[in-house]
Structures are given as structure tokens and as C-alpha cells.
């Protein structure tokens, strides 16, 4: 079975950095779409950071510039550095893997799913 395990999550101050980091296991070892997704209380789960198969990469706005996606596909791991944090960033991140098409932003276009890993950035 396919499983993803978020890790890197933690408490950081505003202006800190923080890297996650999401392996994936159930896969052969060839490239897949991954991504990153944040939710918080009361608030659908929203994409953060994509990196298709192909290379291509996708933000939300509100990181672009600040959060950059990387995969390493030999070990079928996916990490997004994130620098710059501010409150906003404080949310539970998900690793999600295998894009199905549609909005690359959209929880709904993914298949797989990570626990999620904290984050928290004080003010």
C-alpha cells in the first residue's frame, strides 16, 4: 500500500525557515507528481507547492518566492524549503502524491495523503 510520512514540522519564529520533508513508500522508483498542502481549523485544505512529473512547478501566491518544492526521486521524497515564515504559515502540512488532473492547487485532484506534520510560527 502507498504511504506518505510527513516530517520537518515544528515551532519557528517569524522570519524563520523550516524544511519539510515527505517520503513515499508503495511506489517504484520512477518520478511522480508531489506536492504540499496546508490546512487550518475551519479552512479547506489548499495547495501550497507543486512539482509534477515533468518538472513543472506550481505555488500559491501567498508563498511564491518564499517556499520552494523539491523532489528527490530515487528515494521518492519530496521536500519544500520554506523561508520567510510568518503567522499565516501556521498550519498543518500535508504531503499528497499522484495527480489526477484538474486544478494542481486543488486537494481534490490528488490521490494520495500524508498524516500531516505541525507548523507553528510565532509572532
Known amino acids: 500500500a502507498v504511504r506518505l510520512m510527513e516530517s520537518g514540522g515544528g515551532s519557528v519564529d517569524v522570519g524563520g525557515s523550516l524544511r519539510l520533508s515527505c517520503v513515499a513508500q508503495?511506489?517504484?522508483?520512477?518520478?511522480?507528481?508531489m506536492g504540499w498542502f496546508r490546512q487550518v481549523p475551519g479552512k479547506e485544505r489548499e495547495g501550497v507547492a507543486v512539482l509534477l512529473a515533468d518538472g513543472q512547478t506550481f505555488y500559491d501566491e501567498l508563498v511564491k518566492g518564499r517556499f520552494t518544492i523539491s523532489q528527490d526521486n530515487a528515494k521518492d521524497t519530496v521536500y519544500m524549503q520554506m523561508d520567510k515564515l510568518n503567522s499565516n504559515d501556521t498550519a498543518v502540512y500535508y504531503c499528497?502524491?499522484?495527480?489526477?488532473?484538474?486544478?494542481?492547487?486543488?486537494?481534490?485532484?490528488?490521490?494520495?495523503w500524508g498524516k500531516g506534520t505541525q507548523v507553528t510560527v510565532s509572532s
Open positions: 499528497a502524491v499522484e495527480y489526477l488532473g484538474g486544478s494542481h492547487l486543488s486537494a481534490s485532484a490528488w490521490r494520495y
Open positions: 508503495g511506489f517504484t522508483r520512477r518520478r511522480t507528481s
